[in-house]
Nanobody, 123 residues
């Protein structure tokens, strides 16, 4: 099991930006990484994922606004969020899936979750 610790959430006005970070215990290279979110009353949804071949996948709702990246040397995952909208308000979770379980096609489901960090966007 890998431990994931998110940071960087907060409250901003619509149109603003936030950057999330996720510190990974152990080596990040053994996992496919991503970000999920859950808004009140809604199911968790995948926001951005990095497939096993390095392909970066995004939910349609965030394409062009969010950017996922990882720093293998720092064992850290990032999510840069620009032009934020009120509908982006949610708890954001850093997630990981062991590479050996397969993570292709952008629709893999994680088997490790962080505690989450709250993002609130006001109109």
């Amino acid at each position: 099991q890998v431990q994931l610790v998110e940071s960087g959430g907060g409250s901003v006005q619509a149109g603003g930006s936030l950057s999330l970070s996720c510190a990974v215990s152990g080596s990040i290279t053994g996992y496919c990484m991503g970000w999920f979110r859950q808004a009140p009353g809604k199911e968790r949804e995948g926001v951005a994922r990095i497939d096993g071949d390095g392909t970066m996948r995004y939910a349609d709702s965030v394409k062009g606004r969010f950017t996922i990246s990882e720093d293998n040397g720092k064992n850290t995952l990032y999510l840069r969020m620009n032009n934020l909208k009120p509908e982006d308000t949610a708890m954001y979770y850093c997630v990981a899936r062991l590479r050996g379980l397969g993570c292709t096609g952008g629709n893999w489901y994680p088997n490790n979750w962080g505690q989450g960090t709250q993002v609130t966007i006001s109109s």
